[in-house]
């Protein structure tokens, strides 16, 4: 079975600084997707950004990137000049393509964005 | 992406007693989720939801515990039966489009007291 692996309980970041969050995944199979999400304190899971295996390139929205390293097995997000707002709990997950596949989430990360 | 509506937002229920959750969406999906989310943890699933089928269930929740209904291709309910303090989580919905994307409701946090 695949495990996501997000090795960073909490992160602090200066309002309009940059920072990377990390995600490592364990998989056998060539085809899948790997999505961020956010929960803020409001607890709404909202998706932030998904990439699917095939691409090489790396998937953007607006201020969230990501680093997609498939032979490292490496999901990393990184927010650009962050704001109040992107304070939350980010989970990276883990879906193989195919029908009835199922999620697999990461144990999140909390990030404090502080002014 | 789909809206979706759950309710009630919140409760607060005695020892013993069952609460029914509701997922409602603003469009036809096949594939529904409920997940639990207890405090400080991440999401684990409870079942998938589809309709017209019984409701498929991970390792470690049975029916008995968490009935699952699906009537229709917008609407689905999770009961939390003969609950205890253990129970207190929050309970969220999401439906999978065909971009094999799944989104979130807004979630139902319960508190067994």
């Known amino acids: 079975a695949q495990t996501v692996t997000q090795s960073q309980p909490e992160m602090s970041v200066q309002e309009a600084e940059t920072v990377t969050l990390s995600c490592t995944y364990d998989?056998?199979?060539?085809?899948?997707?790997l999505f961020w999400y956010k929960q803020p304190p409001s607890r709404q899971m909202i998706l932030v950004i998904r990439?699917?295996?095939?691409?090489?390139q790396n998937a953007t929205e607006n201020r969230f990137s990501v680093n997609f390293q498939k032979a490292a097995k490496s999901f990393s997000l990184k927010i650009s000049d962050s704001q109040l707002g992107d304070t939350a709990m980010y989970f990276c997950a883990f879906r193989y393509t195919g029908t009835a596949s199922k999620l697999t989430f990461g144990t999140g990360t909390r990030l404090q964005v502080t002014l | 992406s789909a809206v979706i509506s759950q309710k009630p937002s919140r409760d607060i229920c005695q020892r013993g007693t069952s609460l029914t959750i509701q997922c409602q969406v603003d469009s036809q999906v096949t594939m529904m989720f409920w997940y639990r989310q207890q405090p400080g943890q991440s999401l684990t699933l409870i079942a998938t939801a589809n309709q017209g089928s019984e409701a498929t269930y991970e390792s470690g929740f049975v029916i008995d515990k968490f009935p699952i209904s699906r009537p229709n291709l917008t609407f689905s309910t999770l009961t939390v039966s003969n609950m205890s303090p253990e129970d207190s989580s929050i309970y969220l919905c999401s439906v999978e489009e065909v971009t094999d994307t799944q989104y979130f409701g807004p979630g139902t946090r319960l508190t067994v007291l």
């Open positions: 990439q699917e295996a095939y691409k090489q």
């Open positions: 998989t056998s199979e060539n085809n899948y997707y």
